[in-house]
């Protein structure tokens, strides 16, 4: 049932960006959105959170994604309102019915091996502001630095992309690290030029094949999931941690979890955060102790 009401949402949104784009024929698609300011933010759980800000005005509003997104993370809003969200071909298209702020947050696909974790920045044409929280030690920097400096115990980069960012989980505070980066690296101002990808109307007919496209790739995948095929976003690991929950009836303690399984208190909990995030799991406190629970009957 809950794949059912996925699919009908997502058809949805489809049918709202084809009403936008053939009924509304004063729409501009092109230069609609001012001062685009891009924040990734690595959590001390080793998640990665991108976050868009900028001021739109009515029109089609499209942007390449500066980090490949976990796509049931995406979420858009207009004022502070939920509004419909279309990513393909690397690129975020949201419909704007109203000028005012738009805001778009998502989880980021990294990679882990070896105990490092990594994940692309791509060209976006704007500047990006990185922080790392204080348990983050990065073994990567940006080669194209614009400014950094301690902010809150946490390190803050702002940077040219592109870059490969690879980083690791420690308990040590990296203040230091920050503050010595401080005294040899220039500062200077955040640039905060937009980059809008924006249609022509006349390349309509472009778009509406696109969306057709979107159509049929989502449908396929619908049906993949239907057949318990397996999902991209979840490595064998996260398949590990819910089938085990799944074997304990599907409610376990974090910490009964981790002596089962094996694993690092802080990969565990960053796993189990991402999954939860994902509608797999709900984290219940109880007392300084978490439990889990199996909220999907169909797992991958």
């Known amino acids: 049932m809950e794949h059912y009401r996925d699919a009908v949402k997502t058809l949805v949104i489809l049918v709202v ?52 997104p976990i796509i049931p993370t995406l979420k858009a809003y207009i004022n502070n309102n939920e509004t419909a969200i279309v990513y393909t071909n690397n690129t975020f298209y949201v419909p704007i019915s109203e000028p005012g702020e738009l805001e778009i947050t998502y989880l980021v696909n990294t990679t882990f091996k070896d105990n490092i974790y990594s994940f692309k920045v791509y060209d976006v044409d704007v500047d990006v502001i990185l922080i790392a929280r204080p348990n983050i030690i990065l073994l990567s920097i940006p080669s194209a630095i614009e400014q950094v400096r301690a902010e809150d115990s946490s390190l ?20 230091t ?59 064998e690991t996260d398949k590990l941690i819910l089938k085990t929950i799944k074997n304990y009836g599907g409610n376990i ?40 629970v199996l909220k999907k009957k169909h797992l991958p």
């Open 156 to 175: 803050v980069i702002v940077f040219k992309p592109p870059t490969l960012i690879e980083y690791t989980i420690s308990i040590k505070s990296i203040e």
């Open 177 to 235: 690290v920050s503050e010595a980066l401080s005294e040899t690296l220039a500062q200077t101002p955040v640039n905060k030029d937009s980059w809008i990808a924006g249609f022509p109307r006349e390349h309509i007919f472009i778009i509406a094949l696109v969306i057709i496209a979107l159509t049929t790739i989502l449908v396929w995948g619908f049906v993949r999931r239907r057949k318990g095929l397996s999902l991209e976003e979840l490595d």
């Open 17 to 68: 960006l084809c009403l936008i784009l053939f009924s509304i024929p004063t729409l501009t698609t092109s230069d609609n959105a001012t001062n685009v300011e891009i924040t990734i933010t690595i959590t001390n759980e080793g998640t990665v959170v991108v976050d868009i800000k900028t001021y739109v005005d009515v029109g089609l509003f499209s942007l390449k994604a500066p980090a490949e």
């Open 253 to 292: 303690m974090q910490s009964q979890l981790q002596r089962s399984l094996g694993l690092p208190k802080a990969t565990l909990w960053r796993r189990v955060n991402k999954l939860a995030k994902l509608g797999y799991l709900e984290i219940i406190k109880e007392g300084k102790s978490n439990r889990l």
